[in-house]
């Protein structure tokens, strides 16, 4: 009899243990997915792209290893992409803010070594929505 309660007790613990994975693993993936999601209303799409975009790579790989039932890959893609989106969260509001504090401040391309860049693309005029075109900046050209 004491017997048969050890083994009972035993095959209780296996099939509990068993049962974390696909539960730790959909907790954490919907968790992700609503960092995600914050992190998109506080416009990381604009300001933290890559933490954004890969972000939301991990969340499609943790819910494909998910649907393949491999528990183990799916949470740490999930932990990756829950990580990746408070990143792009933090990103996009330090930017945001960083904006409302210097209004005036000019945006300008990032160049390599300093340099002008060698193109403006400016917009067409007002009938054709959409079309833009490529304007060179005049430079000084022949011998100095």
Same mark, same amino acid.
């Given at each position: ?17 068993? /049962? ?14 609503? &960092?995600? &999601? ?26 494909? =290893?998910?649907?393949?039932? !491999?528990?183990?890959?799916?949470? !740490? ?5 829950? &990580? ?9 509001? !330090? =930017? ?7 209004? &005036? ?21 007002? /009938? ?11 430079? =000084?050209? /022949?011998?100095?």
């Amino acid at each position: 009899m004491q017997r048969l309660a050890l083994v009972s007790l035993v095959a209780a613990a296996i099939s509990g243990a068993t /049962g974390c994975g696909p539960v730790i693993s959909t907790y954490l993936i919907v968790s992700a997915q609503a &960092d995600l &999601d914050g992190a998109r209303a506080a416009e990381s799409e604009k300001f933290a792209v890559y933490e954004t975009t890969a972000a939301s790579e991990y969340l499609h790989k943790a819910k494909e =290893e998910l649907g393949y039932a !491999d528990f183990g890959p799916a949470i !740490d893609y999930a932990y990756k992409a829950q &990580d990746l989106a408070q990143k792009a969260r933090a990103k996009s509001e !330090d =930017e945001k803010k960083r904006q409302l504090e210097q209004p &005036d401040a000019a945006w300008e391309a990032p160049t390599e070594s300093g340099e002008q860049p060698k193109v403006i693309i400016k917009k067409k005029g007002e /009938g054709e929505p959409g079309k833009v075109r490529v304007v060179p900046i005049p430079v =000084e050209e /022949g011998p100095k």
